[in-house]
């Protein structure tokens, strides 16, 4: 085998390797483009989450805000029916009528009101909780995500740049090969 036999096999090596890994770098681009693409929507699915979780928390805080004022209105409701029983008896002062307390009629329905009211509160309580949770475990997967994805981004160009590597290789040792191949039909 002569020298340019050799260098020409050598470069035809090379060439083939450069082929075999040009295919891969492609195939891993593919593939991290698909990545990216999954990520980017599991990016928008979470922020979504993220505005949906923020607007019922804010309607939730609102409510809240609201719950001084309506256990002041339980408690006026409460006060104006004392205030009109006493009224009330006052002006049912006759031996053959028997009076009822305006307080102990309505006093049962004012309690179960209030507790009602109280139960509606603590439940939105424990909604605003788990709301605040969810917002943070959604607020934690969406930098994830984030970091996810600029790390695709890097593997990606990282590949390009090992596939322009590979091309450049690939065209120098089809040179090479063009280079031995007429310096062998020199020879004979």
């Known amino acids: 085998m002569s020298d340019y036999e050799y260098y020409y096999n050598n470069a035809k090596n090379r060439y083939y390797n450069a082929c075999s890994e040009i295919n891969s770098c492609q195939n ?5 483009q698909s990545q990216k693409k999954h990520t ?4 928008n699915l979470l922020k ?11 309607g939730i805080t609102n409510i809240l805000k609201s719950e001084e004022a309506l256990n002041e209105k339980i408690s006026a409701v409460s006060d104006k029916t004392d205030q009109a029983a006493l009224n009330f008896s006052s002006m049912i002062n006759s031996s053959s009528v028997q009076t ?3 307080t102990d009629v309505y006093s049962d329905e004012t309690a179960k009101t209030k507790t009602a009211l109280n ?17 943070h475990d959604l607020q934690n997967q969406l ?4 970091a996810d994805l600029e790390n695709i981004k890097n593997q990606i160009r990282n590949t390009e740049y090992n596939l322009q590597s590979w091309r450049n290789t690939q065209q120098s040792a089809s040179y090479d090969m063009e280079y031995y191949r007429r310096k062998m039909q020199e020879v004979i």
């Open 28 to 32: 891993r681009i593919n593939d991290l």
């Open 40 to 43: 980017i929507n599991k990016i």
């Open 48 to 58: 979504t989450k993220i505005n949906d979780t923020k607007t019922a928390l804010n």
């Open 100 to 102: 009822k307390n305006l």
């Open 119 to 135: 139960n509606i509160l603590n439940t939105l309580k424990t909604k605003k909780t788990n709301l605040n949770n969810e917002l």
């Open 143 to 146: 930098s994830r995500a984030n």
